[in-house]
């Protein structure tokens, strides 16, 4: 290379080194680290930091930053759509989903899909399904394992709280137990609660008494000889402010177990339960509605023939269970006294129904006895259900029936809002296709050589100014 040639192009790369100091120098002043005015064209921009709009109005105090090299560009995040809430498995569900910065700003739900469910109210979504509960122990600790229940079925709300008095001895039947008070207390938190009790007649109930004794005590307490008990215990519900509680009055009366059973004498029968009936409805303030529930089919006597009458009578009810062994469904429906007859029965009457007792028995882990049962339920739309849920007959404390459990769960677990499918992140950022535009610096053309030797064009910011004043 020739001598003029040599000095014109080291007066060029002076010039160069120069305009590049230049630059440097202009672009570091108060408040930018060395290096921070000079950006490569194509690199994406560092993710501009969310301001909320209530400091957007007032100028950020300057900050020294830290002599260090500035950390490398991150490429952008996608802008993702916020998803949407949805409950933890079991526990209770929220109504609401607050944020917890104020970088992403969302559209709100309309108020009703928002709006906490009143106390003592059901939740819209849970208006189609009548209402149920289950018997899951007869004391304090029947109360606390509904909300355990009501968690394991997605947050659905147990209406139905259901127990039973001991019938061993008088005292226990006028109610002077411990545990309605609990019971009663869970009644009264909500005003959409039901409390299901049942009643024995007689005491020893469960004590083998033959027949010849039944049919005594049964004309005895149609003469009035135990008014005096049941007296005592609508005085006690009402104390307690369980008024309307729904009293399952002598059931399965159709078959051979209990004291209270029908067949002995069903005259005399008939009569006592509507001595009962009277005697607990002349206590003031009581609101009882009184639950006929014989047990599915013919069993010792028809339980037609023990219907006491429309006068003191408010429900119909039926204990059903799986049973016999290799009974199918259809024949539970259609059997003498089965389920249709129970249903045309109560219509004719003009009555509602009831199922205060069913569950799974003679037929072992049955999923489809329990999808079919409660299809039935559904259809027929009984004032209330409550399974009997303990072994051999439960699906949540049994786990002895878990294919019966999964249909039981997934059939009245409480149902989620519509949604569309939220869509899922990426898992890593999408690469730009083109460069994204820079709008705080301008190019400098130095050539490639120079370029090549920088590793990529050199950009003047040209807002530095704004930082030195």
């Known amino acids: 290379m020739a001598p003029q040639q040599r000095h014109a192009r080291s007066r060029r790369l002076a010039v160069i080194a120069a305009t590049v100091a230049a630059s440097a120098a202009l672009a570091s002043g108060p408040g930018f680290a060395a290096g921070a005015g000079v950006v490569r064209v194509g690199d994406p921009p560092a993710p501009t930091p969310t301001v909320p709009a209530a400091a957007a109005t007032t100028p950020a105090p300057a900050v020294t930053e830290p002599t260090v090299p500035p950390a490398p560009a991150v490429p952008p995040q996608p802008v993702v759509p916020p998803q949407p809430v949805v409950p933890s498995e079991p526990a209770v569900p929220s109504t609401s989903a607050v944020p917890s910065t104020p970088a992403v700003v969302t559209t709100p739900m309309p108020a009703e899909t928002t709006k906490p469910a009143e106390a003592g109210k059901p939740d ?20 606390a394992r509904m909300a355990e229940l009501g968690r394991w079925l997605g947050g659905a709300d147990l209406r139905v709280g259901h127990t039973y008095l001991p019938g061993d001895r008088w005292q226990n039947i006028e109610g002077d137990v411990d545990f309605l008070d609990a019971w009663a207390r869970w009644r009264n938190e909500k005003d959409d609660r039901m409390f299901v009790l049942n ?9 083998g008494v033959s027949d010849t004794k039944v049919g005594l005590l049964l004309r005895e307490g149609a003469a009035g000889a135990f008014d005096h008990h049941f007296h005592a215990l609508a005085e006690r519900l009402v104390k307690l402010k369980a008024p309307d509680t729904v009293i399952v009055l002598g059931w399965e009366m159709n078959g051979i177990t209990y004291t209270h059973r029908c067949g002995p004498d069903p005259e005399a029968w008939k009569k006592y339960w509507n ?8 206590v003031p303030g009581q609101k009882f509605r009184f639950d006929f529930a014989p047990s599915r089919g013919q069993d010792a006597v028809p339980w037609t023939e023990c219907y006491p009458g429309d006068d003191t009578v408010d429900i119909i009810g039926m204990d059903s269970y799986d049973q016999p ?8 429906v259609n ?11 109560a219509k004719a009457h003009g009555k509602p129904i009831s199922y205060p007792e069913w569950g799974l028995f003679g037929n072992g882990d049955n999923a489809d006895y329990v999808r079919r049962m409660i299809t039935w339920m559904n259809e027929h739309r009984p004032l209330y259900n409550t399974l009997t849920d303990y072994c051999p007959h439960g699906v ?17 677990s409480k149902p989620t809002e519509p949604s569309t499918p939220p869509t899922e992140p990426p898992t890593t950022p999408a690469e730009p296709t083109t460069p994204p535009p820079t709008a705080t610096c301008s190019p400098l053309d ?10 990529g064009k050199l950009c003047l910011r040209f807002d530095w100014w704004s930082h030195t004043r």
Request: aromatic content about 14%; proline content about 5%.
């Open 124 to 143: 819209e979504a849970e208006k189609d399904v009548p209402a149920f509960g289950a018997y899951l122990e007869y004391d304090a600790g029947g109360v």
């Open 199 to 207: 009643v024995p007649m007689q005491e020893g109930n469960e004590a």
């Open 275 to 282: 001595r009962i009936v009277t005697t607990m409805r002349s």
């Open 325 to 332: 062994s290799g009974l199918t469904f259809e024949e539970q």
């Open 335 to 345: 059997e003498p006294y089965g389920l249709q007859r129970h249903v045309d029965f």
């Open 396 to 412: 949540w404390q049994c786990s002895a029936n878990p294919e019966s459990s999964a249909v039981y769960r997934a059939l009245l």
């Open 446 to 455: 130095l050539g490639d050589w120079v370029e090549y030797w920088l590793g």
